[in-house]
């Protein structure tokens, strides 16, 4: 599964970015049975789980940012969106997309870099 990451940029304290992450080359019903995901990562920590969302369209999210952040997938288009609200300097990160299958492999997409200005 290759998965192509967009949406990332410099935004101020308190906006909003939306990413997304499409997967061109997944025929639609392999599409529709994958787990997605957005993971985020800063030179300091170790990746982590910002929110999920699975093939049933369950979501989950990270505590710190819940309320501010939505995931949604639109299967036809093959694709999952991140909307970020509410912007905080410490939502700082590179973020990645993230697919698991029924086998549990996962795949990832190249990150793209989220910097949120004070």
């Known amino acids: 599964v290759q998965l192509q990451a967009s949406g990332g940029g410099l935004v101020q304290a308190g906006g909003s970015l939306r990413l997304s992450c499409k997967a061109p080359r997944t025929i639609t019903s392999v599409f529709n049975n994958l787990d997605m995901a957005w993971y985020r990562q800063t030179p300091a920590a170790q990746r982590e789980l910002v929110a999920a969302?699975?093939?049933?369209?369950?979501?989950n999210y990270a505590d710190s940012v819940k309320g501010r952040f939505t995931i949604s997938r639109d299967n036809a288009k093959k694709m999952v969106h991140l909307q970020m609200n509410s912007l905080k300097p410490e939502d700082t990160a590179v973020y990645y997309c993230?697919?698991?299958?029924?086998?549990?492999?996962?795949?990832w997409g190249q990150g793209t870099q989220v910097t949120v200005s004070s």
């Open positions: 993230n697919a698991k299958d029924k086998s549990l492999n996962e795949h």
């Open positions: 969302i699975t093939s049933r369209s369950s979501t």
